[in-house]
């Protein structure tokens, strides 16, 4: 009976086998109804009942594995089939599933050949490691990488047994332990994959390498000092310790799975690859019951969940074909860069000098040019990005703005002007959006003639880097101008929350009581480094004291008037912040502020004038237990008021904020998913301690009042 071209496909199987006359088989993977492939437990029968035919076809002498989605491989695991596993040992079983299926696939007497183009993420990374060969497409979209860690796992299976064995531990370590994808020619450069073709011809190119017998492979090419790591046991007993010790340098301890991921792979070196497979089922089993994956998969799914929504449900966004931005200053240079970069659209960058313009576009073409330098980019795609990018001292150019974004000085009269300018100078259905950090947008369109097209989109410093982006509406703005700016920022790279206007939005708002208590702390004679690293072990990428430091001590005092207009003497800062301020501390920027930024290690050590400056002799009272309590807990607090008082629509988006917005500890899931472990009660009855202690401030919120009355909980 001829082989030729038969194609079996179960009805709605995610996978299709097609057996060529010459041998070879195409296993294809199609997920049906889905943009992409992920791997999901009830595969495993699909997967099984392929390879049975393929084990029973003496005709098939070679196998491709391929994607029937046209810009992916596989992009990993479905995740949301964990939320099932009650105990540690289901989880452990979805782990050896995994192990068995792939590592049957490597066992078997068929070639077979993984032809990658797209992401293979995760579970898609480690299919592909069990095929005896890989190649992949040279495509910008083709990218392999397992970032199972930035959900607390590890991966689970056999990732972390076969590509320390592929590409040496050190590199595979990294890529592990960071889940930082590689590109295609990283991936080749590494020896993940065995050739990299164009698209065109990957098929090809894989057919024809499944024709051929399987590779033997050798061990991965090191230099002497690899060699000495990885392959004595002395080298690699030091690796491994200083991995760890590394690894909890960083961690603090907040993250059980980096220290694991290391465990598994020195398991597997040591003892075998079944040792390891063992040891890599069992602690995914572990991780996957913790509270930090849990909370590290809510994120997940709540910016997945946010990439569907659009500003204002059922309102389409308005046409987005040029962006303007006035100021070229720092901001003002990398919203620029985002729109250009990331976005693909004309950004005009108005300055009233021409060396504002000119520093704007130094922003993009050095950052560019750093990649080109690491060749992660063509000149030619720089250079198609640069010329999106055009400037002027006056209006020309701006009439066919969709948007227009405003990074000018924080000053309400020249905000007004701005609105003005752009009204007078752009077309009707200009939208003006500002990137003001604090001052309520309903003010800046008080004198609008279009104040529905008036809106706030306040970016996080450096822009290039930070990704969350506040949509901030104002009474009369229209649900189109919220949906277009909504869609600008997604475009941009961005995730967006929307909320109401006011003092200190959302972000600013909840993170000044934090920055305020630091330096009551501080005042109270609190060494700086003692309070920064308390909150650092908490969970916060830089400490309070460090991070004012960081943004600029002028610029994180100027937003404190502005609340305590709206909301009182809550906001009341330590008036010690003019006494800094006159000695003109404005931080980093200035090279003078809290941190000493001269010497050896700048901006790593106290400046210890600055404690003269204060007033007073350091020495170390509190624990840093209570200390990052005390600051956090008012941030908790207001998170709370302005859930209450509708400045965030729900939950979700305030722990999106403050995670992507102030660095809020992602292993704990945000303001609210902390403040639901910790209980209401508990929190009303710590913010009277504090309240009994040290005055008003620490009124517990209304909304958690009652909700300690009822039981009830933000989720």
């Not at 990658?116 to 005896?132: M, R, S, T, V």
């Not at 993940?192 to 073709?197: L, P, T, W």
């Not at 080109?372 to 002027?392: A, I, N, Y």
């Not at 309590?629 to 509708?646: K, P, Q, S």
């Amino acid at each position: 009976m001829s082989q030729e071209n038969q194609t079996t496909q179960p009805s709605a199987s995610a996978f299709a086998l097609e057996v060529l006359d010459n041998g070879v088989a195409i296993l294809t993977m199609d997920v049906p109804g889905e943009s992409m492939n992920t791997l999901k437990m009830e595969f495993s029968e699909q997967i099984s009942s392929m390879l049975d035919q393929i084990d029973g076809n003496d005709a098939i002498k070679g196998v491709v594995v391929v994607s029937g989605k046209q810009s992916s491989f596989v992009a990993g695991a479905d995740i949301s089939m964990l939320a099932s596993c009650k105990t540690s040992e289901d989880a452990e079983t979805i782990s050896r599933g995994g192990q068995e299926i792939f590592q049957r696939m490597e066992d078997m007497k068929a070639h077979f050949v993984a032809a990658i183009h797209g992401p293979a993420l995760g579970g898609g990374l480690e299919l592909a490691l069990a095929c005896h060969s890989r190649i992949c497409s040279d495509s910008a979209k083709t990218q392999m990488g397992l970032p199972e860690v930035q959900l607390g796992l590890l991966p689970g299976s056999g990732g972390t047994q076969r590509l320390p064995r592929l590409i040496g531990i050190q590199k595979a370590m990294k890529m592990m332990l960071t889940g930082a994808p590689v590109r295609a020619k990283q991936a080749l450069k590494y020896g993940i994959v065995d050739d990299m073709v164009p698209q065109s011809i990957l098929l090809e190119v894989a057919i024809d390498r499944a024709q051929q017998r399987k590779p033997s492979r050798k061990q991965p090419s090191l230099d002497m000092m690899g060699k000495f790591l990885e392959r004595t046991s002395m080298g690699r007993n030091t690796l491994f310790n200083q991995g760890k010790k590394q690894t909890l340098s960083k961690t603090k301890g907040n993250y059980p799975a980096p220290e694991l991921i290391i465990d598994c792979i020195e398991i597997g070196m040591s003892k075998g690859i079944r040792q390891g497979m063992l040891a890599e089922a069992r602690s995914f089993g572990q991780l996957v019951m913790t509270s930090e994956s849990e909370q590290l998969r809510n994120i997940f799914f709540a910016t997945t969940e946010m990439k569907k929504e659009t500003g204002v449900s059922g309102v389409k966004p308005g046409q987005l074909k040029k962006v303007a931005v006035l100021g070229g200053g720092l901001m003002g240079g990398g919203i620029a860069f985002v729109t250009a970069t990331k976005a693909g659209l004309p950004a005009r960058i108005k300055d009233i000098r021409p060396e504002g313009i000119a520093n704007a576009m130094k922003y993009t073409y050095d950052l560019l040019n750093k990649k080109v330098k690491r060749r992660f980019m063509r000149k030619s795609e720089m250079q198609k990005q640069m010329s999106l990018l055009t400037g002027s001292v006056d209006y020309s150019g701006f009439g066919d703005a969709d948007v227009v974004i405003e990074a000018v000085f924080e000053d309400l009269s020249l905000k007004q002007k701005m609105v003005n300018d752009v009204e007078t100078n752009c077309n009707e259905n200009t939208i003006f959006a500002s990137n003001t950090s604090s001052i309520p947008i309903g003010q800046i369109a008080a004198q609008a003639a279009r104040p529905e097209q008036v809106i706030g989109l306040h970016y996080f410093s450096p822009v290039d880097k930070m990704p969350l982006a506040e949509v901030i509406a104002h009474e009369t703005t229209s649900d189109q101008t919220i949906s277009t700016t909504v869609e600008l920022a997604r475009k941009q790279g961005k995730t967006p929350i929307v909320v109401k206007d006011g003092a200190g939005f959302y972000v600013n708002r909840i993170l000044a009581p934090y920055m305020n208590e630091a330096a009551n702390v501080l005042l109270a004679g609190e060494p700086i480094e003692h309070i920064d690293k308390a909150l650092v072990k908490f969970g916060f990428p830089v400490g309070p004291v460090k991070l004012l430091d960081e943004v600029g001590i002028d610029v994180g005092t100027k937003i404190i008037p502005i609340l305590m207009a709206q909301f009182g003497d809550r906001f009341k800062s330590a008036e010690a912040f003019d006494k800094v301020l006159a000695d003109d501390r404005k931080g980093k920027k200035n090279k003078r502020g809290f941190y000493s930024y001269t010497g050896k290690k700048p901006g790593k050590e106290v400046d210890e004038s600055v404690y003269q400056l204060l007033g007073i002799t350091p020495a170390q009272s509190k624990s840093a237990t209570e200390i990052a309590e005390r600051c956090v807990i008012l941030m908790l607090n207001e998170a709370a008021m302005c859930l209450d008082e509708g400045v965030i629509r729900n939950p979700r988006d305030g722990d999106i904020g403050a995670i992507f917005g102030i660095g809020f500890p992602p292993f704990l899931g945000g303001p609210f998913r902390y403040m639901d472990k910790l209980g209401a009660k508990h929190l009303v009855d710590r913010l009277n301690h504090y309240k009994a202690q040290f005055g008003d401030k620490f009124t517990p919120a209304n909304k958690l009042v009652v909700m300690a009355e009822s039981g009830e909980t933000f989720y």
